[in-house]
């Protein structure tokens, strides 16, 4: 399995509750930036926490991919779910290139659950943070990184 995880674009800092906060331009930019780096990728899902920073960023990522397939919104992939159950959600699923679009702590701490098998790792994801794993499944220290990148390392690409 391929895992892509992508950090939400930049967000508003203020909306009547933390899921209401819409991309500001930045954060647009910067999802559209990641998208055109995932082009060529055969993405086959896009999962998206509910909140609409990482869906406003996952249908941005979709279009500029050409992705037909509808993003996928999972109630399991906010910023305060346990990070041991999204890689048991991800086992479940038959896609084998997926991206995901969520997060921080999640993505960081999820990080660091694939690859070391704990938590103590430190995955720097900052807004648009993407980060590729490949693993025989999703489980416990069993990926290994492939990329991790963000918006501004690919700004003179």
Excluded: F
């Excluded at 399995?1 to 203020?14: I, S, T």
């Excluded at 920073?53 to 279009?63: D, S």
């Amino acid at each position: 399995m391929k895992l892509w995880v992508l950090r939400h674009g930049q967000a508003e800092a203020r909306a009547v509750t933390d899921a209401q906060r819409p991309l500001t331009e930045t954060g647009r930019r910067e999802a559209l930036r990641m998208g055109e780096h995932l082009q060529g990728e055969t993405l086959e899902v896009i999962l998206a926490s509910p909140y609409l920073r990482a869906q406003q960023t996952a249908e941005l990522v979709r279009q500029c991919i050409g992705l037909r397939r509808a993003v996928v919104t999972v109630d399991w992939a906010t910023p305060d779910d346990d990070p041991l159950a999204v890689l048991d959600r991800l086992a479940e699923r038959s896609e084998s290139n997926i991206l995901l679009v969520s997060h921080q702590p999640l993505v960081g701490t999820l990080l660091s659950l694939a690859v070391e098998g704990h938590r103590r790792g430190h995955y720097p994801m900052p807004t648009a943070g993407l980060a590729c794993l490949e693993m025989p499944l999703p489980a416990l220290g069993v990926a290994t990184m492939l990329e991790l990148t963000s918006p501004t390392s690919l700004a003179g690409q």
